[in-house]
C-alpha cells in the first residue's frame, strides 16, 4: 500500500506563494493519479487539483486555476503542489491522496473518491 508524506506547510502572507510536497513511499507516483485536497476549519473537504498517472496531464478547479500547480518529480517519487497568489481562503490543512483509478476530474470534484491519504500540512495566509 502507498504511503505519503507531505510537507512544506506555513505561514505567509497575502500575495505569497509556497510549495508543498508530497513524497511517497511504498509505490511510486508515476502508478497513480495523485492530487491535493484542502480542509478549512468547519468546512468541507475541497480537491485543489490532481497529476494523472498516464499522462501526467493536471486538473484544478476554478478556485485555484491560474494559481495553482501540481507537477511530479519521478527521480524523487515527490508530487508537489506550487500556490502562489495565496489568498487569506486558502488557509487550510493541506492533504495528499492517491486515487488508484485514474480520473483525475472525478477526485477533484468529489475528494473522498481518493483511495489512500497522507497526513495533513498546515497552510496559513496571513492579511
Known amino acids: 500500500e502507498v504511503q505519503l508524506q507531505a510537507s512544506g506547510g506555513g505561514l505567509v502572507q497575502v500575495g505569497g506563494s509556497l510549495r508543498l510536497s508530497c513524497a511517497a513511499s511504498?509505490?511510486?507516483?508515476?502508478?497513480?493519479?495523485i492530487g491535493w485536497v484542502r480542509q478549512a476549519p468547519g468546512k468541507g473537504r475541497e480537491g485543489v487539483g490532481c497529476?494523472?498517472?498516464?499522462?501526467?496531464?493536471?486538473y484544478y478547479p476554478d478556485s485555484v486555476k491560474g494559481r495553482f500547480t501540481i507537477s511530479r518529480d519521478n527521480a524523487k517519487n515527490t508530487v508537489y503542489l506550487q500556490m502562489n497568489s495565496l489568498k487569506p481562503e486558502d488557509t487550510a490543512v493541506y492533504y495528499c491522496?492517491?486515487?488508484?483509478?485514474?480520473?483525475?476530474?472525478?477526485?477533484?470534484?468529489?475528494?473522498?473518491?481518493?483511495?489512500?491519504w497522507g497526513q495533513g500540512t498546515q497552510v496559513t495566509v496571513s492579511s
Open positions: 497529476i494523472s498517472a498516464i499522462d501526467a496531464s493536471t
Open positions: 511504498g509505490g511510486t507516483v508515476d502508478e497513480y493519479a
Open positions: 491522496a492517491v486515487a488508484k483509478i485514474d480520473t483525475i476530474v472525478v477526485v477533484t470534484t468529489n475528494p473522498h473518491e481518493y483511495d489512500y
